[in-house]
């Protein structure tokens, strides 16, 4: 009530430091709850790890290009903004791995490339008659009760043995994580097919299960995409942010928050951010901080990041720093090359880490995957990208130029001798109608074997400080049907704090 000289009630206000897409969607929570929100942005862009670039005319993604269907959590955000009509699914021929031996078809049904059935004629052709019969032994092994960590690596070994790790995992999980699956947290890449393993009696079965935990979802054809692009999510998750009164600063980095009480009592977050430099130079003067304050922040940074911002406000933080992901590259071409319409190596290749001789460790071929840019490219005309980088490489360039980092134009040479090794398909510069390198610091995070547990510790200690979170994909595992759940989940809890312990 107000009255007798009373400080009027204030709305409830939430700030948002990040504009990348768990940021984006805990704004929409956000606002959902009837708070007043803030999105603060460092740089002059907005979606994080999914943007796009304009390579020979044609806008293509620069990052993620499609999501995972294991659950319906995406597909429920994609029909939130409007784009229901534009989800597509890729081409069903399918993605393929080198393997020392050769190329071979990757089998369709599996997860992290772990198969569901060892006997499928295309991981029999991967794995040979004893690799199969190995794998098989996985149905009769005894389960015992999960323990606390586990990497993929150790998962697959005892289950399946070392051909189904060498031969199917480690190369979807180099290509999709970007690094080898004896670092990897199991329960973080692949969240709970551990648990399924328990309830099922063996990892096949989970793996099954799992797969068919989305409905109507047919075989190979685990993920989707967006007509026209996944960087449509972000233009139309950023129009609806504005149309329900979002306030999107971009070019503003922050760089302080601490506590503060308001003028009614009430305790608030205050943060200080600067305008992001226009051109970077040592003896500019120091730069004026715009404070910011709010009964809600949710930091939306990568992990390292977050933790450094937090430290101050939450000092017992000291010591939690996750780990830095590696650097992505990715070379993108648009070819002039017929010879690809054939789809020689279907939606691309996959490389297996022992292969020797090829530094890509995928290959997509963007126009064989997505029959609209095939429409937008026309006949004879190719999109093909490759990636490299994986965490723990021994060096940081690609080997053969040098300790790196390398220039674009050795990557470029990198990438085209690798395209025509892994599509069999001889490829010159004067194929090329356009290029392009995009290099990714920390986009995907490195969940090393236990970082659930300290993603959970660090979260329990965030969580004793009033009306904060934080959010993205290093704390809710890789990918969209991961960090979307996850940033709706924190935001919908933090606004349900305001009632629970936060004073009207």
Avoid at 33 to 52: F, N
Avoid at 456 to 481: E, M, P, S
Wanted: hydrophobic share 45%; proline share 7%.
């Amino acid at each position: 009530m107000e009255g007798n000289g009373a400080v009027p009630a204030r709305p409830y206000s939430a700030i948002v430091v990040g504009g990348g897409i768990s940021g984006l969607v805990a704004a929409l929570e956000l606002r959902r709850a009837g708070l007043g929100v803030t999105v603060l942005e460092a740089s002059g862009r907005w979606g994080g790890c999914i943007g796009e670039h304009e390579v020979a005319g044609l806008v293509l993604d620069s990052g993620a290009e499609s999501f995972a269907t294991r659950t319906d959590a995406v597909r429920t955000l994609v029909d939130e903004i409007g784009l229901d009509g534009d989800v597509v699914p890729p081409h069903p021929s399918g993605a393929w791995v080198l393997l020392p031996n050769g190329p071979q078809e990757l089998p369709k049904t599996g997860v992290l490339g772990i198969p569901a059935n060892p006997w499928d004629p295309e991981v029999r052709a991967a794995l040979g008659f004893w690799g199969s019969a190995r794998a098989s032994l996985d149905r009769v092994l005894p389960v015992r009760e999960p323990r606390r960590q586990a990497s993929v690596a150790d998962l697959v070994r005892v289950r399946m043995g070392r051909r189904v790790l060498e031969r199917l995992v480690a190369p979807v999980v180099g290509g999709v994580h970007s690094a080898d699956p004896a670092a990897l947290d199991a329960d973080m890449v692949a969240p709970g097919l551990r648990r399924l393993m328990a309830e099922k009696g063996s990892l096949a079965a989970a793996v099954s299960a799992q797969r068919g935990a989305a409905r109507g979802r047919k075989a190979g054809s685990a993920v989707a995409g967006i007509r026209g692009g996944l960087n449509r999510i972000i233009t139309a998750l950023v129009g609806r942010l504005t149309d329900d009164g979002v306030r999107l600063v971009p070019d503003e980095r922050v760089e302080r928050l601490d506590r503060t009480t308001g003028a009614d009592g009430r305790p608030l977050w205050r943060v200080g951010a600067v305008v992001r430099p226009q051109i970077d130079t040592e003896e500019a003067a120091p730069l004026p901080e715009t404070v910011y304050e709010a009964d809600l922040v949710v930091v939306a940074l990568d992990g390292p990041a977050a933790v450094e911002l937090l430290s101050d406000a939450v000092p017992a933080l000291a010591g939690h720093e996750p780990v830095p992901g590696p650097e992505v590259k990715l070379v993108t071409f648009v070819l002039d090359c017929p010879a690809l319409d054939a789809r020689p190596r279907g939606t691309g290749v996959l490389v297996a880490p022992q292969v020797a001789g090829i530094e890509a460790k995928a290959l997509t071929h963007a126009t064989a995957k997505w029959e609209w840019l095939a429409e937008a490219a026309g006949p004879g005309t190719h999109v093909v990208r490759l990636s490299y980088g994986r965490a723990g490489d021994p060096v940081q360039g690609v080997a053969g130029i040098g300790p790196g980092p390398e220039t674009d134009n050795e990557l470029f040479a990198a990438a085209l001798r690798d395209a025509s090794t892994l599509l069999s398909v001889a490829l010159s510069a004067e194929d090329v109608l356009g290029w392009d390198v995009v290099r990714w610091q920390g986009a995907l995070p490195f969940a090393t074997v236990g970082h659930r547990e300290r993603v959970t510790q660090i979260r329990d200690l965030i969580g004793a400080q009033q009306g904060l979170a934080v959010v993205g994909g290093w704390a809710a595992g890789n990918g969209l049907a991961a960090v979307v759940p996850d940033a709706r989940a924190q935001a919908i809890g933090l606004a349900g704090s305001l009632d629970r312990g936060m004073p009207a």
